[in-house]
C-alpha cells in the first residue's frame, strides 16, 4: 500500500510554499506533500499581458476584498490573491522590487539579528538569475528565479528619466544594486516572453528552463 506519511507538509503551494517545498525536498531524505486549494495553472497565468485576465477571474483568483469601513468611505477594496500552483506569483504584476536596504538594516538594529541588508544580500544573490547590466556584487546569475530587465526605449522614457533628473532625481541601471534610489527601468519575473511564477522557477523547475 502506498505510504501517506510525510515528513513535512506544506499548505499553500504559493510564493512561500514554492520555495519552501523546493528546499525541503531538495535533500531526498524528506517526504514532502504539498496542498494546493486552486488549480495546476491557468492559460493566460504563463503570458505576462493575461496579468489584466486574471486580475478579476475566480478560475484563478480568491477575490477577496476589504470590508467597509469608514476610512474607504464605505467601500470593499478588492484584494486579489492568486488560487493556483505559485499562488499570487501566478497572477502579480511581475514588479521584482528587493526592497529598500535601509529597511533591512533598521530591522537588525532593532533586534533582529540577521536581518541587515549584508547579512540578506547573499540570499537575494542566489535567488535569481538577472538578466540585465549588473554589479555582480548585488545580483545572482544562476538561481531560480529568473529576473528580466525591461529592454524597452522610447522618446517617453527619455523624456521623464530627464525630467527626473532635473528635479534632483538621479537616473540608477538597476534599483536592485548598490544605488536602490533614483529613476529606473522596471525589471520583471519575465523571462522569453513568459512569467516566471515561483510554481516555474522552484516547483517545476525543469519546466521554467525551457522557456
Ligand atoms: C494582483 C497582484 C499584483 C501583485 N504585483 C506584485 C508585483 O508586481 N511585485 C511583487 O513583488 N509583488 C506583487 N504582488 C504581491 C506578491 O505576489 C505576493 O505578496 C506574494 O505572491 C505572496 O506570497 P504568499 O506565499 O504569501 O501567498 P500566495 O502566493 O498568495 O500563496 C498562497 C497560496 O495558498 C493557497 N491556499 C490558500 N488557502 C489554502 C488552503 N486552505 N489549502 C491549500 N492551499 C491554500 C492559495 O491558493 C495560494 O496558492 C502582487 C499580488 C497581487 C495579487
Known amino acids: 500500500m502506498e505510504s501517506r506519511i510525510f515528513d513535512y507538509i506544506v499548505v499553500g503551494a504559493g510564493s512561500a510554499g514554492s520555495v519552501l517545498a523546493n528546499r525541503l525536498s531538495a535533500d ?3 517526504k514532502v506533500l504539498v496542498l494546493e486549494a486552486g488549480r495546476e495553472s491557468h492559460p493566460w497565468s504563463r503570458i505576462p499581458v493575461g496579468f489584466a485576465k486574471l486580475i478579476e477571474n475566480p478560475a484563478a483568483n480568491w477575490l ?12 470593499r477594496i478588492p484584494i486579489p490573491r492568486g488560487k493556483l500552483l505559485g499562488g499570487s506569483s501566478s497572477i502579480n504584476g511581475m514588479v521584482f522590487v528587493r526592497g529598500q536596504s535601509q529597511d533591512y538594516d533598521t530591522w537588525a538594529q532593532l533586534g533582529n539579528r540577521g536581518w541587515s541588508y549584508r547579512e540578506v544580500l547573499p540570499i537575494f544573490r542566489d535567488m535569481e538569475s538577472y538578466q540585465g547590466d549588473a554589479d555582480d556584487e548585488y545580483r545572482g546569475r544562476g538561481g531560480p528565479l529568473k529576473v528580466t530587465e525591461s529592454n524597452e526605449t522610447g522618446a517617453l522614457y527619455d523624456a521623464l528619466i530627464k525630467a527626473a533628473g532635473e528635479v534632483g532625481i538621479k537616473y540608477t541601471n538597476d534599483y536592485n544594486g548598490a544605488k536602490q534610489d533614483g529613476i529606473g527601468m522596471t525589471q520583471a519575473t519575465i523571462r522569453n516572453g513568459r512569467r516566471m511564477s515561483t510554481a516555474f522557477c522552484y516547483l517545476i523547475p525543469r519546466a521554467g528552463d525551457r522557456t
Open 28 to 30: 531526498p531524505k524528506n
Open 64 to 75: 477577496y476584498s476589504s470590508e467597509p469601513e469608514a476610512g474607504t468611505g464605505q467601500r
